[in-house]
């Protein structure tokens, strides 16, 4: 398989549940990303990930939680989640961290609805 | 604050051509993007602009004015596959990327 695979494709949850989103990749990139995507607002950086350590953190609340455990996969620990969180979680991946014209590579996202 | 417009949504006819634009305000710029993405699916990466001018790649085009903070995308001889969001994004001089909220685009026969 190649490219950038999300699951699950789409999740409903409740405020008190834990759940997981996991992202791979199978491009041999060494950056990993997650979006999160709202209807009609632009897209929003959440973490970033170069050769497995986070390098940002974009005062995400804590009760989401990212995890790297190798360059091919990515979480996102969900957790206490609030309606307002719902949305499109994209991941992305790309050669290097930040510079130059690298193209991010994404995934086609975890549709979650918080109830 | 950064900023990126681009129109909300956008109608065009099969077989015609469409411009669709995206202005800028950003701390610095070290590239634009511009993404595709139908709906229900990942974002496709269609173009890269750094230098002033046009970049042609098949029906697909963009162009760069960095003194203006402006770029569009045209799309020639528009088919029914190319509705979907098109999504314009800058790299800050933190080579941070900026996104605009995407602009819909919808193709009728």
């Known amino acids: 398989e190649t490219g950038v695979t999300q699951t699950p494709r789409h999740l409903v949850m409740g405020m008190t549940n834990k759940k997981s989103l996991k992202c791979e990749q199978h491009?041999?990139?060494?950056?990993m990303y997650w979006y999160k995507q709202s209807a009609k607002k632009p897209l929003e950086l959440m973490f970033v990930?170069?050769?497995?350590?986070?390098?940002e953190n974009n005062s995400v609340p804590s009760r989401f939680s990212p995890e790297c455990p190798n360059s091919s996969h990515l979480f996102l620990h969900l957790h206490t989640l609030q309606p307002e969180d719902s949305a499109l979680y994209l991941c992305?991946?790309?050669?290097?961290?930040?510079?130059?014209?690298?193209?991010?590579?994404f995934g086609a996202g975890s549709r979650l609805t918080v109830l | 604050g950064q900023n990126i417009d681009q129109p909300t949504e956008m109608t065009a006819t099969e077989g015609a051509i469409v411009q669709i634009n995206c202005t800028y305000q950003?701390?610095?710029?070290?590239?634009l993007f511009w993404y595709q993405q139908h709906a229900g699916e990942a974002p496709t990466f269609l173009s890269y602009?750094?230098l002033d001018g046009l970049e042609e790649k098949g029906r697909f085009s963009s162009f760069l004015s960095r003194s203006k903070g402006y770029s569009y995308l045209l799309l020639k001889e528009l088919q029914m596959k190319d509705s979907a969001s098109y999504l314009c994004?800058?790299?800050?001089?933190?080579?941070?990327?900026?996104w605009g909220a995407g602009t819909k685009l919808i193709i009728k026969p």
């Open positions: 992305a991946s790309s050669p290097t961290g930040s510079s130059g014209a690298n193209v991010l590579t």
């Open positions: 491009l041999g990139h060494n950056a």
């Open positions: 990930y170069s050769l497995e350590e986070r390098v």
């Open positions: 950003t701390s610095g710029f070290n590239g």
């Open positions: 602009n750094v």
């Open positions: 994004a800058v790299k800050d001089s933190n080579y941070q990327l900026i």
